[in-house]
């Protein structure tokens, strides 16, 4: 039985994972820019709700529009103001997208400090478990991963019957093609950025429940997006969900078998291993 407990416990936490690597992924589908800053917007959107609820007892799902909006706002400033003035040539877009973004990283994190402090920050919301016999499923993991399926399918949505999402997928898949079609490619990478980050800050809000965080720990949550990605593929989206799972169940199992701490080594590990064994990630094609 406590094989299926730590399973349960491992697909709770990877559907809050995979909702957070999404927003990762599609800021890489659309731009093919690693942000280095994706785990600060995360973990201050959690710190934001962890303030909240300790001053002003607000619950944090009624927070949820209003970081998404947030997210989606800074996202589209950030891109309109900064990503979108590095150079054309690929090769040098990314270096320099990676220096901003690290820049950008250091930053989020010293306003954080500066407005909230260091303090390690949680939600002690729904602090009960569900009893189904010897199964214990916690009630503030299972309303987090319930909300993250929600907005996972949400973003599908958008995605497959929309046309900005159609837009968004012909910008990923083939950046000429789009233009030939008459894509405004500039538009959609702002939108596609202002969503990935919108996505960021509502993951945030969830891990709020689930983690003792301070402003500090965005690289934590940039790790696992990037491994959770890599293993299940770069710009797939059906592939993060995957990669999160397989994320969630590994640190779950760790958890028990060899503690906590080196548990938080599971997004290296298995980032190693899948580039080791399948460079394309599971839901990937093998580069050529």
Do not use: K, W
Request: with cysteine; proline share 3%; glycine share 12%.
């Amino acid at each position: 039985m406590i094989l299926l407990q730590l399973a349960i416990n491992g697909v709770l936490l990877g559907g809050v994972l995979a909702l957070s690597a999404l927003g990762f992924n599609i800021v890489f589908g659309v731009m093919r820019v690693v942000n280095l800053a994706h785990g600060d917007f995360v973990v201050l959107a959690a710190v934001f709700a962890a303030y909240e609820f300790a001053q002003s007892g607000i619950n944090p799902l009624l927070l949820l529009p209003l970081t998404i909006v947030a997210g989606f706002v800074a996202g589209a400033l950030i891109h309109h103001l900064l990503l979108r003035r590095l150079p054309g040539e690929i090769a040098s877009a990314e270096a320099s997208s990676l220096t901003l973004t690290f820049g950008l990283s250091y930053f989020l994190t010293g306003a954080g400090l500066a407005t909230f402090g260091g303090r390690f920050v949680s939600v002690p919301y729904l602090t009960g478990a569900f009893q189904l016999g010897p199964i214990s499923i916690p009630q503030a993991r299972l309303l987090a991963f319930a909300v993250a399926v929600v907005l996972s399918l949400a973003f599908a949505f958008v995605l497959r019957s929309t046309a900005l999402g159609r837009a968004i997928r012909a910008t990923s898949q083939n950046l000429d093609g789009a233009l030939a079609c008459g894509v405004d490619v500039d538009r959609v990478r702002t939108l596609a950025f202002a969503i990935g980050t919108a996505v960021a800050t509502a993951a945030g809000t969830l891990m709020s429940f689930l983690y003792n965080l301070n402003a500090q720990q965005g690289v934590l949550f940039t790790v696992n997006a990037f491994a959770v990605v890599v293993i299940g593929g770069l710009g797939n989206y059906t592939g993060a969900v995957l990669g999160a799972l397989v994320l969630g169940l590994a640190e779950s199992f760790a958890s028990y078998f060899v503690g906590a701490t080196l548990a938080e080594a599971a997004p290296y590990l298995l980032f190693i291993l899948v580039l080791l064994l399948a460079p394309g990630g599971l839901r990937g094609r093998r580069a050529a």
